[in-house]
Structure formats: structure tokens, C-alpha cells
């Protein structure tokens, strides 16, 4: 049984990021905490340890359950942390906005029709 393993493999094996070198980067700019702290990608890290994980817009905290350093399905990764129920909730409360909101794209089919372009070309005409 492992007792201590690096933070970016840990990253990676538990599926927070797609490669290690990603994990890395992470770690290395600040978006990923150790008991609210900054750390280094080959910083050693045990169960019971506390992470502050920022992707995009969404942020995890969790707490490190069990320890890997062989990437596996999502199922068991899942198991290898406990993330906290104000972690979750806020989470989901983003993800809900983000559905709420509409996407400008979303009208958009494929290439402009003729009455499209012929818009087009009236717009780009008045402005020069």
C-alpha cells in the first residue's frame, strides 16, 4: 500500500486533470491548494490531506481518501477522494446557471443562407 505519493500524480490518477503535465501546470500556477496553500507539483501528499481544486470555473474541495498512481476508470477513481457538501452544492449551483443561460450560437445553422449574406453585405456596406 502506497503512504505517500507526488500531488500532480494524484491529480491525475483521480481524473481532477487529463495528463500529468496538465496536473503540473496546475499545481504550478496556483490553482490547486494543499490545506489552503500553495505547493510544488512533487510535494508528497497522504490521506486526510485537504485540496483546493480551481478548473475553469468550478472549484472542488476535497479530502484525499486513498492513494493511487495508476490512472483507472472514473468509478474508482471516484473513490480515491470525499469531496465536501458546500463543494458539491456550489458546484451544482454553477452548473445550473450555466444551463439557465442561452447559448448565441445555438440560432445558428450551418453556412449563412442567400438572405443571410445579402444582410451581411448591406451591414458591412454602411459601415465603410
Not at 485540496?51 to 468550478?58: A, C, N, S, T, V
Not at 474508482?76 to 452544492?89: I, P
Request: net charge positive; with cysteine; charged share 35%.
Amino acid at each position: 500500500m502506497i503512504e505517500k505519493i507526488r500531488i500532480d500524480k494524484w491529480l491525475w490518477a483521480a481524473r481532477f486533470f487529463k495528463t500529468r503535465t496538465l496536473a503540473t501546470q496546475a499545481v504550478e500556477g496556483g490553482r490547486v491548494k494543499l490545506d489552503g496553500e500553495r505547493c510544488k507539483p512533487a510535494k508528497d501528499i497522504k490521506p486526510g490531506d485537504s485540496l483546493i481544486i480551481h478548473i475553469g470555473e468550478f472549484e472542488w474541495t476535497v479530502t484525499i481518501v486513498a492513494l493511487s498512481d495508476k490512472r483507472g476508470p472514473a468509478t474508482v477513481a471516484r473513490t480515491l477522494y470525499e469531496e465536501s457538501v458546500e463543494s458539491l452544492a456550489a458546484r451544482e449551483a454553477t452548473m445550473a446557471d450555466h444551463r439557465m443561460q442561452l447559448n448565441p450560437a445555438a440560432t445558428l445553422k450551418g453556412r449563412p443562407t442567400k438572405k443571410d449574406r445579402r444582410k451581411i453585405h448591406r451591414f458591412n456596406e454602411g459601415l465603410e
